[in-house]
């Protein structure tokens, strides 16, 4: 599984591929429009990625499910939000697809022409899409990851190499600014949307988020990954701009270059150091970087693509069909599929510009509705631990209001506007796709009888083709650090695992959410510090419970702690805000007071278990199942919860 093996590296490989393989194709676009401002334009960029790579960390941290932008509007608003988020990512993952696949075709003409026109780059873009729909199909493999994060160095080594000998051969500040003419060339609206279209690299944080809960890396990972991601949009982005425009002048004057400018701008790029060295050789080091990169960075896309469908169908905000898995390899080939033929239908006639401009409208809207959902759940969720957290917070409301991210929200629905305005296939594609959308998700809610804002899960194997074997999809299991936490875990367990033997399956059986309550005293601020004895307790349990978890076949767990007054409260309202399907709890040890179920009568609640236990049976909004220290043998008590009044049944 991918958790085994993927940290701080292969989330950094999948961030580059795509931030790699924007530029390779969107370097056209935005120098078509900003002219020789396109160097200012990255820098725009940088900035874009620097606020949304500090919400995508804060958020994934929170809340390590995987789909990103979809999983901080759920928590922050509701499911509708976090569908339209989900929906508007959808569109961006196809797009890139497309655009990969495009680009990809034009790059390899470099080593025969036809490759890059009629038929045969039809026929090569449709392999392109085959290859990375049977690629992620059979999922992802350590082997891939590793091949991965090799190309990135290569790659990143090419564009630094690059950046150094085209500022030593072509940079001139005269050049570099004289062609400058603003409102006219560039235009305000040509140079608003080029800073629409180097959003394009937020797809890249998307897919990493992806990965969320399969990964192995700490705090000081994260901020790693953060400032490693920054440093690598800043040099890149930045030194490709200013290089293009010192060594193709024309680009600042007239917005062409030489080559297929908009589809395959590097090599325009490498024809200026070829045509200074007599030689062909740079040509094709870039054509070949170029397409191996493009092709990596549509395996990333359609990785964040299937995890995000995958999170959509089973909270039921597209229908089961769709995310259908795949019986042996527990991917959703489905989606996939369709994926790959949307990419081919919109990608056959090979219209860049047009291309780009749809990806801006989603990429922009899903990440206004990211910044402004880590705004929300810095007061909606001020105990949750962050393992990263956003800085420059102040204090607004009774809360702590992160400004980058405010700033952030602010900055991308101007430029989510903008492109709206200055675009007309953003605008009605665009708007067209969301709205089919919202269609799609009102009937399928509605003709099942569920709410629309309200959260709904199904296990996966509700996904699959046969029939489900786990009892329940999600289980959240409270720990108290006593020797139960074993035999609670354990039922859950047994309730989650997948009992068909298939090993080759990853994704079987059920996620069990193991969670510790710190409780707070009122006398203390809720976010007071707390010991480090009692946060090594909460860890080491956390630790065991996902040990012990995990030895059952297909079963995953993901470990959580929260603050709160009361731990009955906390729990109750845990279940509901994550959507499980049941609690198992470890109940008090049955009194020998009244006898009751000890010498085989009935009794109530308030004979055997605590305060914190009755409150969760009488106030869950699903089933709660009680396990409790036997007098000889281990026993599961199940109460149906509500009623209030339901009395535990059968032997303690």
Request: one cysteine or more; proline letters at 4%; aromatic letters at 8%.
């Amino acid at each position: 599984m991918i958790r085994r093996y993927t940290g701080s590296p292969t989330l950094f490989a999948v961030v580059y591929t795509v931030i790699a393989a924007a530029l390779y194709f969107s370097l056209g676009a935005v120098g078509e429009h900003a002219f020789a401002l396109t160097p200012v334009v990255y820098v725009t960029g940088g900035a874009f990625f620097v606020l949304a790579a500090l919400t995508f960390v804060e958020g994934a941290s929170l809340h390590q499910d995987r789909g990103g932008a979809t999983v901080f509007a759920r928590y922050a608003f509701n499911e509708l939000w976090s569908f339209v988020a989900g929906w508007a990512l959808l569109l961006d993952y196809v797009i890139l697809l497309a655009a990969t696949a495009v680009a990809a075709t034009s790059y390899l003409s470099a080593y025969w022409g036809e490759l890059g026109h009629g038929g045969v780059q039809v026929a090569l873009e449709l392999a392109f899409l085959a290859y990375v729909g049977l690629r992620n199909t059979m999922g992802f493999a350590a082997g891939r990851a590793e091949r991965v994060r090799m190309l990135v160095l290569v790659d990143f080594a090419l564009h630094l190499a690059l950046i150094v000998a085209g500022i030593v051969m072509f940079f001139s500040w005269s050049g570099l600014w004289d062609p400058v003419d603003l409102g006219r060339r560039p235009t305000w609206s040509g140079l608003l949307f080029a800073c629409g279209v180097v959003t394009v690299v937020f797809t890249g944080l998307e897919s990493a988020s992806g990965l969320s809960g399969e990964v192995a890396i700490g705090r000081r990972g994260l901020k790693r990954l953060v400032a490693s991601a920054v440093a690598a949009v800043t040099v890149i982005y930045v030194g490709v701009g200013v290089v293009a425009i010192s060594a193709l002048p024309s680009v600042g004057r007239t917005g062409h270059a030489p080559g297929d400018w908009l589809a395959a701008p590097m090599l325009s790029v490498a024809g200026a150091f070829d045509d200074r060295w007599g030689t062909d050789a740079v040509t094709y080091v870039v054509a070949a970087a170029g397409a191996l990169t493009l092709i990596a960075g549509a395996n990333s896309a359609m990785l964040g693509l299937s995890r995000l469908a995958y999170s959509l169908a089973t909270n039921r905000q597209i229908p089961s069909g769709l995310g259908r898995l795949h019986p042996r390899r527990s991917t959703p080939f489905v989606v996939i599929a369709l994926a790959c033929v949307l990419a081919a239908a919109i990608g056959v006639p090979a219209n860049m510009g047009f291309l780009i401009g749809i990806f801006a409208f989603g990429a922009l809207l899903s990440l206004t509705i990211a910044h402004l959902a880590i705004c929300v759940l810095r007061y909606k969720e001020p105990e949750r631990d962050r393992p990263f957290r956003i800085p420059l917070s102040l204090r607004i409301g009774g809360g702590e209001l992160p400004v980058p991210a405010a700033l952030g929200a602010v900055v991308s629905f101007g430029a989510w506007i903008s492109v709206i305005v200055t675009h007309e296939g953003a605008r009605y594609v665009g708007l067209g796709w969301m709205a089919g959308g919202l269609a799609l998700y009102v009937g399928y809610r509605t003709t099942q009888g569920k709410s629309l804002t309200r959260r709904v899960t199904v296990p996966a194997e509700a996904l699959r083709e046969r029939d489900v074997e786990a009892e329940y999809g999600s289980i959240l299991v409270p720990l108290f650090g006593t020797p139960l936490d074993d035999d609670i875990m354990q039922t859950a367990g047994r309730l989650a695992a997948d009992e068909s033997g298939d090993e080759a399956s990853e994704e079987q059986g059920a996620t069990i959410e193991a969670l510790w309550v710190f409780e707070v005293p009122m006398t203390l601020p809720i976010d007071a510090r707390l010991p480090e004895a009692r946060l090594e307790r909460a860890r080491a349990a956390l630790r065991r419970a996902k040990a012990v978890g995990e030895e059952y076949q297909g079963v995953t767990v993901a470990t959580a702690t929260v603050r709160a007054r009361r731990a009955g409260h906390a729990i109750v309202e845990e279940a509901r805000r994550r959507g499980v399907e049941a609690i198992v709890l470890a109940a008090e040890p049955p009194s020998r007071i009244r006898g009751g179920a000890r010498i085989g009568g009935r009794a109530s609640l308030e004979n055997f278990v605590g305060e914190a236990t009755k409150y969760v049976v009488n106030k869950a909004a699903c089933r709660v199942i009680l396990t409790a220290p036997p007098a000889e043998d281990a026993a599961v008590a199940d109460v149906a919860s509500p009623p209030v009044h339901e009395e535990a049944r059968g032997p303690r």
